[in-house]
């Protein structure tokens, strides 16, 4: 039985860790670059972001996500961007970097559209330690597993579309694992399907009250990617006194509640925190997952009189 919990707490954040190729951060509806490529740039500023989630809290050997990016825009049309995440579960970690880049159009004066491509590099290893485990929980001689510890690269890429409605109203879709999809269903009968099976929808409206002292902004996520549960997820965030208070829930399909609190402290400094607590019986084990992010942002020499930075 001992064995069985010690494989148990292996696989389970070892899966998670797997399947969590998009969205592991849920600030997504705060910075889109986090699920789609297209939206390096988009707003015609420079952006440093980093990010840091810490789920199921208290659970042994939890998942842990870390990442810093740089996005912003080269010219009139192009943007591009740059990141870098670590990943860890159980004995399982994966170091990713991912390359975007963007192309931005004013169609007219009320929309703004944006198609964007992303290519991704990774390295994922397995801790040497589960060698040397007192009770080995895996036969020896596994060539998976053994093989694993020194580590396996691979590349990955999405294709994404961004949109802006009259200033407040914005559309996101992205296409997910599109190489690994194709390789790893080659041989199978899977192999024919459709290269955008895997998707990120994002869509969301922010409403001005108050002489822009207060606005609502529900948004909605809908995601199917590789390895995971169809999720969706429904949000609101308020910005009060121009955005010096902001707060805001969300709801998951996959049953987790989640607050936020942040500011945008300046033009140029943003700071949220959000906690979530889910409703299934593994809460029990857990005190919840937190993530924050610190974001950054200037305008280059090309964009000084642009958008302010981060406002929709």
């Known amino acids: 039985m001992k064995k069985l919990l010690h494989l148990i707490l292996l696989l389970l954040p070892t899966a998670l860790l797997w399947a969590q190729d998009e969205a592991i951060f849920t600030h997504y509806n705060l910075a889109p670059i986090l699920v789609n490529p297209a939206a390096a740039g988009f707003e015609e500023t420079h952006q440093i972001q980093f990010n840091a989630r810490g789920q199921w809290i208290g659970f042994p050997d939890a998942p842990k ?12 049309t192009f943007g591009f961007g740059l990141a870098v995440m670590g990943e860890s579960a159980a004995r399982l970690s994966r170091v990713r970097a991912r390359l975007n880049s963007g192309f931005r159009f004013k169609i007219n004066e009320n929309v703004k559209f944006a198609v964007g491509f992303s290519t991704e590099f990774s390295q994922v290893s397995l801790g040497n330690n589960v060698l040397g485990e007192p009770e080995p929980i895996y036969q020896a001689g596994d060539d998976i597993i053994e093989g694993a510890v020194d580590g396996r690269q ?18 996101s879709l992205s296409f997910t694992n599109l190489i690994a999809e194709r390789l790893n269903n080659i041989g199978t009968a899977e192999g024919s399907g459709s290269l955008f099976q895997h998707y990120v929808f994002l869509m969301g409206h922010k409403f001005e009250l108050s002489n822009n002292q207060l606005s609502l902004e529900p948004s909605i996520m809908v995601r199917q990617v590789k390895d995971t549960p169809f999720n969706v997820d ?22 987790t509640i989640g607050a936020l609190i942040g500011s945008e402290i300046s033009e140029s400094f943003r700071f949220f925190y959000t906690f979530d607590l889910s409703m299934q019986d ?25 958008s302010r930075y981060g406002r929709r």
């Open 65 to 76: 996500n870390v990442g810093v990016q740089y996005h912003g825009p080269m010219g009139n």
């Open 282 to 306: 593994l809460q029990q084990y857990s005190t919840g997952s937190h993530e924050v992010t610190l974001a950054f942002g200037f305008k280059g020499p090309q964009n000084k009189n642009g």
């Open 154 to 171: 691979q590349f990955d890429a999405s294709l994404g579309f961004f949109a802006r409605f009259y200033e407040n109203t914005y559309a």
């Open 234 to 255: 429904i949000n609101l965030k308020a910005g009060i006194l121009d955005n010096k208070l902001i707060a805001g829930l969300s709801y998951r399909s996959l049953k």
